[in-house]
């Protein structure tokens, strides 16, 4: 198991950014892929980006071209750059590390691990 911790959340207006961090307060993710999901209220839990050990990244649809994951291996921490957010990116953001290490996962029960999650709230 690793401890998670978000941060980064916020009310931003649409049309802007915000910056979320992933940090691993204990235990590792050498050699894990990770994961940024989101859940909105009413609704399941969606998969929104992940990022390889070394390269390879995917994302959801609904956020391709807008956001971008990138991580620091050395100091353990994910981070998801929002850029021109919509309302419709409301939710709470949510890291993730998988079961499995190497492996790029986009379903939710692929993931063992889970931070408590930030708040993202897109006013119109």
């Known amino acids: 198991q690793v401890q998670l911790v978000e941060s980064g959340g916020g009310l931003v207006q649409a049309g802007g950014s915000l910056t979320l961090s992933c940090t691993a307060s204990?235990?590792?993710?050498?050699?894990?892929?990770m994961g940024w999901f989101r859940q909105a209220p009413g609704k399941e839990r969606e998969f929104v980006a992940a990022i390889r050990w070394i390269g390879g990244r995917t994302y959801g649809d609904s956020v391709k071209g807008r956001f971008t994951i990138s991580r620091d291996n050395g100091k353990n921490t994910v981070f998801l750059q929002m850029n021109n957010l919509k309302p419709e990116d409301t939710a709470v953001y949510y890291c993730?590390?998988?079961?499995?290490?190497?492996?790029?996962?986009?379903?939710?029960?692929?993931?063992?691990?889970w931070g408590q999650g930030t708040q993202v709230t897109v006013s119109s």
């Open positions: 993730a590390r998988p079961r499995r290490t190497f492996f790029i996962e986009t379903m939710p029960a692929a993931y063992d691990s």
């Open positions: 204990s235990g590792t993710t050498s050699n894990y892929a």
